[in-house]
């Protein structure tokens, strides 16, 4: 059967639904449900959605079509109509949820190699704006902001927590920025 001919098909049932046939209804959803079912997956697949997001879109879209089946107009095709159904639960899903793609950062470790850049100053100068903090800040600062490790590594090598590294990493680097500043 082609798409015109199902097409068709699907809207007999559903002018039989809409006059009170139950059965048609029941023939309509059962019908229709794998096109909306490939046609959800085929979207989320393409903005790099998941499967199960593909499965709640297509609820949703049961939903208003059983709701809002009254304002298909029986006179025009009802494929153009379920793809608009499906295309407005899509975006509504997105809004709802906000869309977040997640990408491992291993997958773009390498389009992410920072710049060589110099800070300008010169070893001794460094030396001399991190004479002005603290120990613990002092170390953090100068494996972090210099030597390029991790919190983690820097935490662990101090014996610490990442979020107390983090927290005196923050303070550190705005005491030197008012140091510097007042230069």
Same mark, same amino acid.
């Given at each position: #059967?082609? /798409?015109? &001919?199902?097409?068709?098909? %699907?809207?007999? %049932? ?8 139950? &059965? ?23 903005? @790099?959605?998941?499967? @199960? ?5 297509? /609820? ?11 304002? %298909?107009?029986?006179?025009?095709? !009802? @494929?153009? %109509? ?26 773009? #470790?390498?389009?992410? /190699? ?17 004479? @002005? ?10 494996? !972090? ?5 991790? !919190? ?25 920025? #008012? ?5």
């Amino acid at each position: #059967m082609n /798409q015109s &001919a199902r097409e068709a098909e %699907w809207g007999n %049932w559903l002018r039989l639904a809409m006059d009170g046939d139950a &059965a048609a209804y029941d023939r309509f959803l059962r019908a229709v449900t794998p096109y909306l079912r490939s046609m959800a997956r085929k979207r989320c697949n393409m903005l @790099g959605v998941s499967a @199960g997001e593909a499965e709640d879109v297509v /609820q949703e879209v049961l939903l208003a079509v059983h709701l809002k089946r009254a304002t %298909w107009d029986t006179s025009r095709p !009802i @494929g153009p %109509w379920l793809s608009t159904i499906v295309r407005n639960k899509m975006i509504d899903s997105f809004r709802k949820r906000g869309r977040h793609i997640s990408v491992p950062i291993d997958d773009v #470790m390498e389009t992410l /190699q920072a710049e060589d850049r110099r800070s300008g100053l010169e070893p001794a100068d460094l030396e001399k704006m991190l004479a @002005g903090l603290r120990d613990p800040q002092r170390e953090i600062v100068r494996s !972090i902001s210099v030597s390029g490790d991790g !919190i983690r590594e820097t935490a662990e090598r101090l014996k610490m927590s990442e979020g107390a590294v983090r927290v005196a990493l923050h303070r550190a680097l705005k005491g030197l920025a #008012m140091l510097y500043r007042s230069e």
